[in-house]
C-alpha cells in the first residue's frame, strides 16, 4: 500500500469554497474515500498553522486535528496528522508543545514563508490584497501584520532551539520544509530535525543524504517534470539517490503515477520505484509494521488492473477501495 508522507488535498473536501465550510468530519470522511481510490493505505494530513489565516489558522487547525482524533475509528485508511508551522509565529511558541499533544501530532514540519526580502525594503508581497481578504482581514492591517512578523526575525532562532527541544523531548519527528542550502539542513540537523521536506536545491540534498536525514520530495514534481516553482527537479534528485519518499503534496494521484513512471521510463525497476512511495515513507515515519508485504505485517495492498489504475485498495486487511473488473467478481462470489 502507498504511504503518503505529506498532503494538502484535504482541503477541498473541509472547505471547498471560502465560507462554506462543511462539517468537518464529512470531509475527512470524504477526503479519505480519494485517498483510498488513489491506493494510498496510510496518509498523511499536512495541515497549516500560519499567518496566513483562513483555512490556515490555528482555530482552523484546532477543528481539523479533533475531526481526525473524532472520525479515527470509522474509518479504513490509516489518516496520521502532520502540522506545518511557521517559525515566525512566535506567540503560539509556548503553547504548542501542550496543543500538539492534545491533537496527537507526531510530526511537525517547519516552514518559513515571509517574504522577508520585500518586507525589509517596506514593500507590499504580491497578491497581499487577495491573500488578506481570503483570511478575511484588511489589507493594510494585513500588512503590517506580515511587517510585525518580520520585524522579530532576530528572536526565531533561539526561540525554535526551545520548541524543538520540547517537541523532539516528547517523541514528536519534527522536519524542515524546502532547505536551499547546505547550511540550512544543518542548521535544522542540530534542531533535531532529521526530516528534509521537499528541499529546493541539489546541494542541501546532497547535504542531507551525506548525514543521513531522510530527504521527502513531492509526487507532483517528478509527474509533471520539474518544480512548479523552478526548484531542482524531483527526477533529477530519485537518479541521484537523493530521494527515500515521495508524497502526495496536494495531488493524490501523483505517488503512484510517479512510481509507475520510474518504472516504465527505466529509472528504476519497479521495485525500487514502488518503494519510493512504500517503505521507504514508512520508514521515514518510522512505522516497520507496513511498507511491505511480510508475514506479521500489516495487510496493505493496491491492486492495479492492466491499464495501472487502482483497482482495489485493502488497508489493515480491511477493503477500504474496489472497482470495475475486480469489484464484480467480488460481487458475483
Known amino acids: 500500500g502507498i504511504v503518503d508522507l505529506h498532503g494538502d488535498g484535504f482541503e477541498r473536501h473541509v472547505a471547498p469554497r471560502r465560507g462554506a465550510m462543511k462539517q468537518m468530519a464529512e470531509g475527512l470522511r470524504a477526503s479519505e474515500a480519494e485517498l483510498a481510490a488513489n491506493g494510498i493505505t496510510t496518509a498523511v494530513l499536512a495541515q497549516f498553522i500560519s499567518w496566513e489565516g483562513g483555512l490556515r489558522s490555528p482555530e482552523f487547525a484546532e477543528q481539523v486535528f479533533n475531526a481526525m482524533i473524532e472520525i479515527r475509528g470509522d474509518v479504513v485508511t490509516d489518516l496520521r496528522p502532520q502540522l506545518r ?96 542550502t547546505s547550511d540550512a539542513r544543518a542548521i535544522w540537523r542540530a534542531r533535531g530535525a532529521a526530516i528534509s521536506e521537499f528541499p529546493e536545491t541539489h546541494e542541501a540534498a546532497e547535504a542531507a543524504r551525506a ?36 508524497a502526495s503534496d496536494y495531488h493524490y494521484p501523483s505517488p503512484r503515477r510517479a512510481a509507475l513512471m520510474l518504472a516504465q521510463s527505466g529509472v528504476l525497476d519497479l521495485a525500487g520505484a514502488w518503494a519510493l512511495v512504500s517503505s521507504g515513507p514508512a520508514g521515514v515515519l518510522g512505522l516497520s509494521d507496513r511498507g511491505r508485504l511480510a508475514p506479521g505485517l500489516r495487510a496493505d495492498i493496491v491492486i492495479l488492473d492492466s491499464s495501472d489504475r487502482v483497482a482495489a485498495t485493502v488497508s489493515g486487511g480491511r477493503v477500504s477501495f474496489m472497482s470495475g473488473d475486480v469489484a464484480e467478481r467480488f460481487v458475483a462470489g
Request: glycine share 12%.
Open 85 to 180: 508551522f511557521e517559525t515566525h509565529m512566535l506567540d503560539l511558541y509556548g503553547t504548542l508543545p501542550e496543543r500538539v499533544a492534545a491533537w496527537d501530532v507526531g510530526y511537525v514540519v517547519f516552514n518559513d514563508h515571509l517574504p522577508h526580502d520585500r518586507l525589509a525594503e517596506g514593500r507590499k508581497p504580491p497578491r497581499l490584497t487577495g491573500q488578506a481578504l481570503k483570511a478575511g482581514r484588511n489589507p493594510e492591517a494585513h500588512f503590517q501584520m506580515l511587517l510585525d512578523l518580520h520585524a522579530r526575525s532576530s528572536e526565531v532562532d533561539g526561540a525554535l532551539a526551545g520548541l524543538c527541544a520540547q517537541l523532539c523531548h516528547a517523541g514528536v519527528r519534527i522536519g524542515s520544509h524546502d532547505d536551499n
Open 211 to 246: 548525514n543521513g536525514d531522510s530527504i521527502v520530495l513531492g509526487a507532483p514534481n517528478l509527474v509533471r517534470g520539474g518544480s512548479h516553482k523552478g526548484n531542482v527537479s524531483a527526477l533529477d534528485l530519485v537518479m541521484m539517490g537523493l530521494c527515500d519518499g515521495l
